[in-house]
């Protein structure tokens, strides 16, 4: 699987951003998909995922904030971030099965 993540950049306080990432693979609708954080010097972590089904769980660190959704028909999740912080600068990177992104850069601007 072939995933490439779109729409990052620079944010300022309570920001909002959305990413994208578009997968080539023709069974899409059956995996499930995440997104995945990580900062300098940190750990990669886990921030949202969207099974098949449509069900969702979050990082306790954006629930209420972020939102991930799917679009089956063009082979697409989204990552909706509203109330941006400045914790939230990280490379943000699509994962599905093991199969990961390039990335896309959120930046928190002063």
């Known amino acids: 699987v072939q995933l490439v993540e779109s729409g990052g950049g620079l944010v300022q306080a309570g920001g909002s951003l959305k990413l994208s990432c578009a997968a080539s693979t023709n069974i899409f609708r059956l995996i499930q998909m995440s997104w995945y954080r990580q900062a300098p010097g940190k750990q990669r972590e886990l921030v949202a995922f969207i099974d098949r089904g449509g069900s969702t769980n979050y990082a306790d660190s954006v629930k209420g904030r972020f939102t991930i959704s799917r679009d089956n028909a063009k082979s697409t999740v989204y990552l909706q971030m509203n109330s941006l912080k400045p914790e939230d600068t990280a490379v943000y990177l699509c994962?599905?099965?093991?199969?990961w992104g390039q990335g896309t850069q959120v930046t928190f601007s002063s």
């Open positions: 994962n599905a099965l093991t199969c």
